[in-house]
Structures are given as C-alpha cells and as structure tokens.
C-alpha cells in the first residue's frame, strides 16, 4: 500500500477523500506486520494476547491525535520529516531523528523480508527446508523487489490496492469463521502473564501499528484536508485495532500454547487450519505471501523517497537526489541494508528494533505537536500525554529486553548511535558550508516522483 500512497503525490491534481485516506493508513498498518509479529506476540503474551494488541493500539491512536494535528497544520508530502523539522529546527538533532526514522524503515523492511520467507518455506518440501534455503528465500526477498522498483515499481503500485482489500477480506473471513474454533479456556485471565508482560509484548509488536502514520506523506493531496485527515486517521487506527483484537483472539483460541510455539513464524496461517482446514492454511500463506511481498516492494519505494526527502531537507549528502534507472540511489543502499540485516538477525530482534526505534519516532511527534500547539490548534495535554505513553513505551520495551535478552539492548543503542553518527559525519565533513533546508523560503521544493 505504501507504493499506492507515495505514487499519489506523483500527480498532486489528484484528490483523496475519506475512503482512500482510511484505505492508506488501513493498508499501511495491515501490511507484512500483523503476518511477522502475529505468533511471536503468542508466544509472549498467551491468552492475553487481544489485550497486547489493545495496548499497542492505544498507544498508536493518541500519537493518530499528533499526526492528525500535525498534517493539518503542516500538509507536505515529506509528514514526519516536516513535522520534526518544523518544530525543532533542521540540526544535528534533527537530522539524526530522520536518519532513525529512515533506519527503523530498513529494519522494518527486514522483518517484511523474514516474514516472506518464513511464509514462503511453507510451499517448499520439506527436505529443502535448510538453512540455506531460508536465506535464498530472504535474499529473494529483497532482490526481486529492488529490480522490480528499478525498472517497472508502477506494475506491482498499481495492484497494491488490491492486495490490501484481498488480505483484508481474507482476515474478515477467517475472523467470521474462527469464532467456532476458539476455546475459551485457552484465553481465560487466570492463565494470563503479568501485566508488565502484556504491556511488554504490545511494545515488541507494536511495528504493526506504524504504517498509519503513511496519511501524513498525502495529506498536502487530500480533499477538505480539515475534516478529511483527522477522520481517516482515527478511522483507520480503530478499525485495526479491533481486526487485530480479533484475529488475535483466533490465534491463541484455537492453536494450543505448543502449536503456536511450534509455528510462531506462520501463527496465523496455521490458526486458519481448525475452520477450513489445509484449504484455509494454504489461502492464508498465499496472502501472506503476497502482502508482505507487496509491502516489501512498497517499503523500499518509500524509504527510497524519505532518503531523497532528508537529503532535500539539507540534512543527508546531495548525492542522494541523485537517480538510478530513474529511482533514488536510496533504493540501493536500503535494499543493502535490508539484505544484511535481515540475514543476519533473527525475527524477535529485528521486532524489537523496528517497534524501538518507531516509538522514539512517534515520542518526538507528540512532542512536536506539544511544542506547536498554537500553531496547530491542539490540546497540550493530550499532545504532552501521547509523549510521556510513548516514552514509557518505549522504556518498558527496553526493561523487557533487559530482563529477557539483555545484548539486544546494545542492538537499539547501535541503530541510533549509527544514525547520530552518520549525521555528524555529515554535518562535520560533508556538508557545504551555507546549505540550507528546503523549508527555507529561498529553497526551491524538491520535485515530485
């Protein structure tokens, strides 16, 4: 969806109203994260898995009041790039914000690419299951999606859309016909984990919650933006709240605590088993399949263009405008990136970064917004509480981490030292003495794709 949702701003004549303002952030959210952190969320949070979700979710909609506020005030097809840059001036800061908003991209494309696979090895006999056949499939993964937006991104942009309704009617329907397969005994509070536990797995997961934020990257190409971009962002929000509330409940109702251990990486395809039997498990692994390969497309086709997008702001090297084969040379380092990361870290670290380093991102837009209340006409209170949940979100995913693995924690302190580090760098070594920000009036905006 995330293709479908940049390609708009390709064409700013074209208008977009409450139904496809609430199709991007719905089709963003409900991307290859629901398919990848489905069954690690189980295998953390057992039978209050509906409420982990609930809790992640809550959290995504008062950073929605943020966004909302903020796309009003500021519609720029650059979102969460103006927004802090707006409210904190274009620095070192600054930059090194962007530069880990367009990390936690490549790591969120990784968990993409780890999900494809794991869906993927489904359909390959079983004696080929190997390690090294895992990896093809991860590095398959990445390539064929880097090709694809290299020299023909508009063939899979103009089928994202109906990806989106197809995954989405799929999990309708497997929603509609798990209720009879679920046992209430499985779900019951008494089996609970703490709720330090609950509130811990909704942090690792919350990555399924980041592609609302997509609204703000169209919010310059929306029709009545006023009434419009508050709508579709709670709307969209919501409505995935209670999707996930429910499939989640299928997944720990139906699958015994084992099996769901045993498939965690397919958790929701195996979960589709009991009601329709194979059927309903190949019908969700061919979804899979071709969501998260969709959203690894789309994921590269937008991370490409916030890379152009900071370096037009002044805070990445000029050489970054720069095109191949008509696309930014962004795409080639994230795809790089995407490669390594995802073939060298494991699924439950890879989780934790993405959701880490988004809830950083989203704590510095409630701040933001916080900071231009007036500006944007928003509550302060509420603008100040979205950054305090995020922060203490944030905090008891690292007291988690901590307690569970602790060496990951040196894993999120690398993503944001590299993404300080490299912005220095630049600022330091590379960066020509009197540029200035697009945002400067003297500045000619950055042309569209």
Known sequence: ????????????DEQIGLFGAVAIGVGGMVGGGIFAVLGLAAVLAGGATPIAFVVAGCVALITAYSYAKLSVAYPDNGGTIIFIDKAFGVDWFTGSCNMLLWLGYIVTLSLYTVAFANYSATFVPEPW??????????????????????????????????IVGLKVAILVVIVALGFSSIDMQRIRPSDWPSSLSIVSAGMIIFVA?????????????????????????YVSVLFVIVLYLLIAAIVVGALPS???????????????RPSLGQFGFTLVGITAVLATLSAINSTLYGAARLSYSIATEGELPKQLERKVWNQPVGLLITAGGALMLSNLADLSSISMMASASFLVIFALVNLANF???KATNSNRLIAMGGFLLCSAALLTL????????????????????????????????????GQVSRLEPQTVDAPNF
């Open 371 to 373: 900071v231009k209340w």
């Open 129 to 162: 299951q190997t390690p090294w056949m895992h990896h093809a499939l991860i590095t398959a993964g990445v390539v064929l999606p880097t090709l694809l937006n290299l020299f023909s991104a508009a063939i899979v942009s103009k089928t994202e859309i109906y």
């Open 258 to 272: 084992d099996e769901i251990a045993s498939s965690q990486d397919f958790a929701l395809a195996e979960a589709a």
């Open 1 to 12: 969806m995330k293709a479908d949702v940049l390609k708009t701003q390709e064409n700013s």
């Open 209 to 233: 919650y980041e592609g609302f934020e997509l609204i703000a990257n169209t919010s310059a190409s929306v029709k009545d933006s006023r009434r419009t971009l508050p709508r579709a962002y």
């Open 398 to 433: 690292m007291g988690h981490v901590y307690q569970t693995e602790p060496s990951q924690l040196w894993v999120l302190v690398g993503l944001i030292t590299i993404a300080a580090a490299l912005e220095g760098g630049y600022i330091l070594f590379l960066k020509p003495t």
